[in-house]
């Protein structure tokens, strides 16, 4: 459904007609399976002004601040709604999907050839080793994040370029990331078995790096 109203595209390159529809089932699939929560409720509360020119990201960051003051003592999940948006609004930027996500390989080359990522792990593990370590990430561990953490993530840690503000990585890259830095220069033969259990540890906050 759409009422005429251009909107810029996330790339900034032209624009589309605007989709409520869309927009509405990108919150409907945010407060899927939480408890005490409404899709309709975060539509409501986000109050949004629609206007021709209006950015998708404006868009997402309006839905994003609604979820997020809906938080309250009574209301607790909406912390989970508000975390899905970012993470929705992360992903759509980076891979232009909610769902699919590139391989470790693809990712790695990708942020290489953009020089935010050490040309160096080439030389530190094998096609193999990515390979066998991309089987390791679990990308749905990113739904564990209440609003607050996941927001401190995105805006303080995931590799990204301060004076433009994009970001270049997910959280699961992040970890993955981080763990094959610090047992890069292990012995090969049981590396990897460290690298799996530290992603294992702080993907699912048992350590807080």
Known sequence: MTNGIKVKKRNGRG???LDLEKMHKMVEEATKGIAGVSASQV??????QFYDGITTNEIQEILIRSASDLIDLDHPNYQFV????????????LYGKIREMPTLENHIIKCVNQEVYDADIYSKYSKEDIEKANGYIDHDRDYIFTYAGLRQVVDKYLVQDRSSGGVYETPQFMYMMIALTIFAEYPKEKRLN???RYYDAISRHKINI
Request: proline share 0%; net charge positive; aromatic share 8%.
């Open 194 to 196: 460290y690298v799996r």
């Open 82 to 93: 508000a975390a899905r948006l970012l993470l929705f609004s992360l992903r759509k930027s």
């Open 43 to 48: 539509e409501i509360q986000s109050g949004i």
């Open 15 to 17: 624009t589309e007609s």
